[in-house]
């Protein structure tokens, strides 16, 4: 069966300093992989997309970056973090492109002081 | 701009209660349309989809939803709430030619024994 792994679950981390989140999948090949923030009131707001290694589309300009460096890993990064960044980070997967039912992982809690 | 609106935020209940949450989509092609759940410190995870076909759909854990696509609607139903249905509910919809899943901003649900 597929799974899908994030780490770290919690992350506290100082203003400017740098960031890293990352997502495993686990039983499927050549899956599409998302990340999402989601915010309280808000919904879950998708901020990249990956429909193979290499290939990234974003969806929001912002201070993050995502890489796909393996079939089935996703980083989520950013150079200096910013207060705003603060939030619930989840990554997804889905077999098809967008229209079939996404996977979601557990969440990484960020909290920029 | 596609948008997917779900008309409460919080829901109180007391169990034996029934439920019924909006949902409406403004996309005016072809949609799937989905909800997820997230209880209380799990992963967000599939209630129920709808692609074609019935419009009725049966989910789990006794949820169903109806597609109306006169109303853009997709509303979610159960006839009967237990204190474990306590959780945020989240209305998705996916477009083809949108080509991304768009989440409405969740209801947060609280059922009272």
């Known amino acids: 069966s597929q799974t899908i792994h994030q780490w770290p679950a919690t992350l506290v981390q100082p203003v400017g300093s740098p960031l890293s989140l990352e997502c495993t999948v686990e039983g499927t090949s050549n899956p599409n992989l998302y990340w999402y923030r989601q915010a309280a009131g808000r919904g879950l707001q998708l901020l990249f997309y990956s429909v193979g290694i290499g290939q990234i589309s974003s969806e929001v300009p912002q201070n993050l970056s995502a890489s796909r460096p393996q079939d089935r890993q996703f980083i989520l990064s950013s150079k200096k973090l910013l207060l705003s960044d603060s939030g619930f980070y989840l990554c997804?997967?889905?077999?098809?492109?967008?229209?079939?039912?996404?996977?979601f992982g557990p969440g990484t809690r960020l909290t920029v002081l | 701009a596609q948008s997917v609106s779900q008309h409460n935020h919080h829901v109180i209940l007391s169990e034996a209660a029934s439920l019924e949450l909006g949902c409406n989509y403004s996309?005016?092609?072809?949609?799937?349309l989905f909800w997820y759940v997230q209880y209380p410190g799990q992963h967000l995870q599939l209630l129920l989809k709808y692609f074609s076909g019935d419009p009725l759909v049966k989910g789990i854990k006794g949820f169903e939803a109806e597609f109306i696509k006169s109303k853009f609607s997709f509303n979610l139903r159960k006839p009967s709430v237990q204190w474990s249905d306590t959780a945020e509910y989240f209305c998705?919809?996916?477009?083809?030619?949108?080509?991304?899943?768009?989440f409405g901003a969740g209801t947060r649900l609280a059922v009272h024994p």
């Open positions: 998705a919809a996916f477009s083809g030619g949108y080509n991304k899943l768009i």
């Open positions: 997804a997967w889905s077999v098809l492109a967008g229209g079939n039912e996404q996977f």
């Open positions: 996309y005016g092609g072809t949609v799937n």
